[in-house]
């Protein structure tokens, strides 16, 4: 990175995310201007010292990043660009794919555009509980396409680096399958479990314990934000559905056939998970966060 | 309770929970007797000070604690019986309803016999574990029957109360689905999840964030055990997973057909998996129990 370094950084979108990388970028001297589909999202982000409102005129930012949700993303990097807002362009949604399928359609410049997903440890959502400490230490997923000049590039590393996460480069593809394995699936798991609890009497709820407790409650809150982050990544999160609802189905089967021998579908799903949960927590990540939220969010 | 009061118990199972509540009791200054069925489990749980080792030939006690797994509580308690070792008798499997059916066919004296189940927050497994704070405000479920005179019933509340746990009374049918829906479907889950990582990469499992651990880290890890479980309470755990594999297959429909609009099917999961999570965040136990572990063990 010998590029002379982020001085101007615009952020479009003052929700958990952008308000928090602006907050970072603002502490490393950076100048940032903030904008929002929604303008009066902006006014609290400029309150919490996150950067200045963008307005009309402004000279080219370094770096643009779209901090929307993934179905706003596309139009908003094509007006920026069409707006000549900045030298580079990086979002910071959780779905890579289908984003960069429809950028391209759209006709947006792909060659200034660094798709990106932090991975952050999670926590309350909303821009007021916006943090500059959200993304330390975490994995911070860049998926820059074949055309992308190196000095976009280092940009978007420049932004992660300041804002102390760690770049991780894989194609959009793999990108959306290793999320949908260790986020989006495991997400809607534990939401399906926590369906299962609506209609159950208080008094047999007061008997869970505080693991079932625990993982129910890193489930999402925002309905509609989730809804159009899976929707966007349909394909690979079905399957990682499918396959848990097929390996509880053989479970159940085996549990009803099996009299008073535990069957072989039960050991042998017994057995796999322990293998799972081995892997797992012998994982790099699993000695980097004890937090205990799963999922990153935009 | 206007009765004296326990003087004397006997332990038979020296694992987590037997040696846990040996402890309380001994604490409390009751003459504790500590046997197991493999008699080499004995001794370290009188080193750990929670009794003394079951002589031939000992005066009944005014209680016998059944503490192994389901599949040997009716035969350990039909020779105690035989062996006149108690006044009363109490056991600690997680499962109620078959091993009642199992006790009467066998023919043991089930006047004399209150099923029990301490719910422990959880926590590391294995007698080594073992440590009397383990049942401290937590919910501890008897089953008595009919017959059953009310002077065993308060000589199993006072261990209870000795061992700072609170009572719940509730049929063996009520219990069995009231486990499967807080401890044994959540753990199969959790479970089935974990199991869907044993093949994935692990620079993919390096990006799980802390709540995907939490999750995984909780299930089960006594796989014989909890076979033993499962096949105790088969029907309804059964009926949990087929619940859930049902919601997890309808929402992976609706995803592959849903295109860009969130169908029906996901949004309607959602907002069911938030009633379940709002309604168990809100149950009494919430506010008392803290632990990451979500089952109780025998």
């Given at each position: ?246 390996d509880l189905a053989l479970m159940a089967s085996g549990l009803r056939d099996g009299g008073d021998i535990c069957s072989v579908s039960v050991g042998g799903l017994l057995l796999r998970g322990h293998r799972g949960r ?21």
């Open positions: 990175m010998s590029r002379p370094g982020l001085r101007s950084v615009t952020v479009i979108g003052c929700g958990l995310i952008g308000t928090s990388l602006a907050l970072c970028l603002t502490r490393a001297g950076i100048a940032v201007l903030l904008a929002d589909p929604d303008p009066g999202a902006v006014a609290p982000a400029v309150g919490r010292g996150a950067g200045v409102p963008l307005a009309p005129g402004a000279p080219p930012a370094d770096l643009v990043v779209v901090a929307t949700p993934p179905s706003a993303v596309v139009d908003v990097l094509y007006e920026a660009q069409a707006r000549g807002l900045g030298r580079a362009y990086t979002d910071v949604a959780e779905v890579k794919g289908l984003i960069w399928e429809e950028a391209v359609l759209r006709g947006c410049d792909v060659r200034g555009y660094v798709p990106g997903h932090p991975m952050t440890a999670g926590g309350p959502s909303g821009p007021a509980a916006a943090e500059p400490g959200l993304f330390a230490g975490r994995p911070w997923i860049l998926c820059p396409g074949p055309s992308v000049p190196p000095e976009a590039v280092a940009a978007v590393e420049e932004l992660v680096t300041l804002c102390g996460a760690v770049a991780h480069t894989m194609p959009p593809g793999a990108h959306d399958e290793a999320v949908a394995t260790v986020c989006h699936t495991p997400m809607l798991v534990a939401l399906a479990l926590a369906a299962q609890l609506a209609d159950t009497a208080p008094d047999v709820l007061a008997l869970a314990g505080g693991g079932l407790r625990d993982t129910v409650r890193t489930t999402a809150s925002d309905t509609r934000l989730w809804s159009d982050v899976l929707t966007h990544n349909a394909p690979a999160v079905a399957a990682g559905m499918e396959r848990v609802a097929a081995a892997a797992l927590l012998e994982s790099a990540g699993s000695r980097n966060t004890g937090d205990a939220r799963p999922r990153a969010r935009v």
